[in-house]
């Protein structure tokens, strides 16, 4: 049962592709939230994560929250550029823009290319 549990964990990091080279897109969005409204805030997050799983080009999205409550940290993998720009400007995606503004104070979302990878087998 550990070595089950220990390879769906193992499964479920390796979504994530961090590395450097040819790699995907990367998009890092920084959302900035008072504390009680981050669970709010993440939930819609949530939302729009599993609406962009069903998009074309989609790899993965990583929802991390900071401990003091103040942030939200969305990693975004995505086949291409503009796979992603589509994705982003879907209807759908962009419903509950005015409520998600409400729960934020500064949403800050920047694309990025992974320059160093230092893991734990090298």
Request: proline letters at 5%; zero cysteines.
């Given at each position: 049962a550990v070595t089950r549990q220990i390879h769906r964990q193992s499964s479920e990091v390796s979504m994530t592709h961090i590395r450097?080279?040819?790699?995907?897109?990367?998009?890092?969005?920084?959302?900035?939230?008072?504390?009680?409204?981050?669970?709010?805030?993440?939930?819609?997050?949530?939302?729009?994560?599993?609406?962009?799983a069903r998009q074309p080009g989609f790899i993965s999205i990583s929802l991390h929250r900071s401990l003091d409550g103040?942030?939200?940290?969305?990693y975004v993998?995505?086949?291409?550029?503009?796979?992603?720009r589509s994705a982003?400007?879907?209807p759908e995606f962009r419903?509950?823009?005015?409520?998600?503004?409400?729960l934020t104070d500064e949403i800050?979302?920047?694309?990025?290319e992974v320059a160093q990878v230092i893991d734990g087998g090298q």
């Open positions: 450097a080279g040819n790699q995907p897109v990367t998009q890092i969005t920084i959302v900035d939230s008072e504390p009680d409204k981050q669970s709010e805030a993440l939930s819609v997050m949530t939302e729009r994560a599993r609406f962009m103040r942030r939200i940290v969305n993998q995505w086949q291409s550029r503009d796979l992603l982003h400007q879907a419903k509950e823009w005015g409520h998600f503004d409400q800050d979302p920047n694309l990025y």
